[in-house]
């Protein structure tokens, strides 16, 4: 734990200033990235035996100097928006065995002249896109395999004069899990826009797995190839290793044809449900420069800086520090956990009662146990020992 610790602040504080300000190309890409990143977390939290979760992020940029938008103009100063929710909720229908659920991933991001809360400001450098997708889960748990399906809508708020025009956009999707085996695909209309197969390989507790052994250490391997608009189309590969116990884990992002590595990472969770971790990041830039970073993520707080996961999705913003309110909690059957996580959560000191018959069960053991302490003890037989005195003779 200090030696992660130790080269996590080593990496931040010794790496090279990387500032880079946010470009126009950049900012026009995010609603690429937010779409696939939703699904994406949708493909995580959607198991057959999810029944809820809810994500919160809200991103601040304390750094004001490495906000600025870089256009044909020069740099202006600017704002960086970026905050979104998540919430899936799915519950059985009847005795019937199946389980529906209704999902809702929203996101509101973008780059504005001037801070603001709801109302931005609209200059003519500024960009504000809305991104949601919704849709409805359909699953056996007992038999471990599920339907999903539902749409996309992307809407450009506004559009400054200098980014490449946009309009609102839906697209469709559909996925479907079975055992450890996840495959997704995304349309706009009769466009194919991306498919997706994942493989969850490592045996987690939560899900009915195994707490320790070899197959814990199998890797969970997210494989997905993009339509790119008549160019090459791009294959995109992610590769999660547990190294140690579920709580020490290695990340790698390759994209293809570029076969070079884009990202690694090293984080470690302190409880295997990876509701706190420490990370250690290493991106490269196209032109082959490293990026080192790292951050530390608590239930409510997240702290990073150069981090690869913000700067893959969040308009290639690089150089900068992040502080991030920061909620993703998942319940699976009866427990609660972390995205992505393989264990229950280690506040649970109990397994919280969400069906009538365990609740009757559980108060009946209690008054049981209750009465058998107000028993009346067993008499005890005491044997008094005197002393016999002689006479003298």
């Known amino acids: 734990m200090r030696i992660l610790l130790c080269?996590?602040?080593?990496?931040?504080?010794?790496?090279?200033?990387?500032?880079?300000?946010?470009?126009?190309?950049?900012?026009?890409?995010?609603?690429?990235?937010?779409?696939?990143?939703?699904?994406?977390?949708?493909?995580q939290v959607f198991h057959p035996q999810t029944s809820g979760y809810l994500g919160a992020n809200y991103y601040y940029f304390p750094l004001p100097s490495q906000s600025k938008l870089t256009t044909e103009y020069g740099k202006h100063e600017g704002y960086i928006l970026r905050q979104n929710f998540a919430g899936y909720f799915a519950d059985s229908l009847g005795k019937s065995g199946w389980k529906l659920g209704i999902l809702w991933w929203m996101e509101r991001?973008?780059?504005?002249s001037e801070d603001f809360v709801l109302f931005p400001h609209y200059s003519k450098f500024s960009l504000i896109r809305s991104v949601q997708t919704t849709g409805f889960t359909l699953s056996r748990p007992h038999e471990n395999f599920g339907f999903a399906g539902g749409i996309q809508y992307v809407n450009p708020e506004h559009v400054g004069k200098i980014y490449e025009p946009e309009v609102d956009t839906l697209y469709e999707w559909v996925a479907a899990v079975w055992g450890p085996i996840s495959a997704q695909t995304s349309f706009h209309h009769s466009d194919f826009k991306h498919v997706r197969v994942t493989l969850n390989l490592e045996s987690k507790q939560v899900l009915g797995g195994k707490s320790s052994g070899p197959l814990t250490y199998l890797p969970n391997i997210d494989v997905a190839l993009f339509d790119r608009d008549g160019d090459k189309d791009s294959l995109r590969l992610f590769w999660e290793q547990n190294l140690i116990a579920q709580r020490l884990y290695a990340e790698a992002l390759v994209y293809f044809p570029n076969k070079s590595l884009r990202a690694v990472g090293l984080k470690y969770y302190p409880d295997p449900s990876k509701v706190v971790s420490f990370d250690v990041t290493c991106y490269r830039k196209r032109g082959g420069d490293l990026i080192w970073g790292g951050g530390i993520t608590m239930p409510f707080f997240r702290i990073a800086y150069n981090h690869a996961d913000d700067i893959e999705n969040v308009f290639g913003l690089r150089g900068t520090f992040v502080a991030q309110f920061h909620l993703g909690i998942e319940k699976i059957l009866d427990k609660f956990v972390g995205l992505n996580g393989s264990r229950s959560t280690p506040m649970m000191t109990r397994e919280i009662d969400t069906d009538g018959n365990v609740k009757k069960k559980r108060r009946e053991e209690r008054e049981k146990a209750f009465q058998e302490t107000r028993k009346p003890s067993a008499p005890k037989e005491i044997t008094a020992k005197g002393i016999v005195m002689e006479e003298a003779k």
């Not at 790496?15 to 946010?22: K, Y």
């Not at 991001?109 to 504005?112: A, E, I, K, Y």
């Open 7 to 43: 080269a996590l602040f080593f990496a931040i504080f010794s790496a090279p200033t990387f500032a880079g300000h946010v470009t126009t190309a950049g900012v026009s890409a995010g609603g690429g990235a937010t779409r696939d990143l939703q699904l994406r977390e949708i493909g």
């Open 109 to 112: 991001h973008g780059w504005d």
